[in-house]
């Protein structure tokens, strides 16, 4: 996908969610397992007002980890390995947010 189609098609809410998790307070991508990106909470990466904070059931994570999967922007080397942000990902991730802030300039 080049980088005109990322800006032009924007990610889904739940797969810019998964990507955002794996960047951690120090903008360092990290690795991590299904529990924990179950144990966040997600709702502040989409609504960051909202009260109380809320985390999505294990099947709406393991819908979006799929999708991010299938795009390519999450992967792991073997079963019981952890998940990590490919490339790929890292660029869809900044993509969608200059995307998301030359939107709201205009």
């Given at each position: 996908m080049s980088q005109t189609e990322l800006l032009e098609k924007p990610?889904?809410?739940?797969?810019?969610?998964?990507?955002?998790m794996f960047e951690n307070h120090r903008g360092v991508d990290v690795t991590l397992d299904f529990d924990d990106l179950c144990q966040w909470y997600?709702?502040?990466?989409?609504?960051?007002?909202?009260r109380p904070k809320t985390s999505w059931p294990?099947?709406?994570v393991a819908r979006a980890l799929d999708a991010a999967v299938?795009?390519?922007y999450v992967e792991r080397e073997?079963?019981?390995q952890k998940w990590h942000i490919t490339q790929a990902g890292q660029?869809?991730?900044?993509?969608?947010t200059v995307r998301r802030m030359k939107g709201e300039a205009a």
């Open positions: 990610l889904t809410p739940d797969v810019r969610v998964i990507l955002q997600h709702s502040i990466y989409l609504e960051p007002r909202k294990k099947t709406r299938q795009a390519g073997k079963p019981w660029v869809a991730r900044r993509d969608e």
